[in-house]
């Protein structure tokens, strides 16, 4: 009996329906006495075709944007206090690119930067924030804002409201 690729071809896919569960008991025996070769070769094989790797993740990236977001938003929410302790390690140990990020961003950002810090200051001086009080009592004053006492930002808050009152009903 003469054998054709193509008898041979049914034979295996035939063998390998019948076979599943042994045919990956198999695989998963060899992966685990060969995760060492397995591991070089998949990191030889990455660094041949870096380019071609890189460019199908890019385009496949592309095609996915809200996938892999949302992925990454997942990764980080349940990752959040690990993420955290990683990222002040590194900026300990990389004062000096913090530090000339921050200058860079700064420089190219000045106009965004003055429009939000204006902003953010009418919000607390229209909403009477903690911050902003604290700021009033320490002006032209020597000593840190975590000094001051709550009860003495309550009454400050409480005079410049009647103060706003009293300005009010003038006008």
Aim: glycine share 2%; with cysteine.
């Amino acid at each position: 009996m003469a054998t054709t690729k193509y008898c041979k071809k049914e034979y295996n896919k035939k063998y390998q329906e019948d076979n599943k569960e042994k045919i990956a008991a198999r695989k998963k025996k060899y992966r685990e006495n060969n995760k060492e070769k397995i591991t070089e070769y998949a990191a030889q094989y990455r660094e041949k075709n870096k380019q071609d790797l890189n460019k199908k993740n890019r385009e496949k990236y592309a095609e996915n944007k809200e996938h892999y977001r949302e992925k990454a938003r997942e990764f980080h929410a349940l990752n959040k206090e690990n993420n955290n302790t990683r990222h002040r390690q590194w900026k300990k140990q990389n004062i000096c690119k913090v530090a000339d990020y921050n200058r860079n961003y700064k420089d190219k950002n000045k106009s965004i930067l003055s429009e939000s810090k204006h902003t953010q200051r009418q919000f607390s001086k229209e909403n009477l924030t903690d911050l902003y009080i604290k700021q009033l009592l320490r002006h032209g004053r020597h000593f840190k804002t975590n000094e001051i006492p709550k009860e003495l930002i309550e009454l400050k808050r409480v005079q410049i409201q009647i103060k706003r009152l009293i300005e009010g009903k003038n006008q």
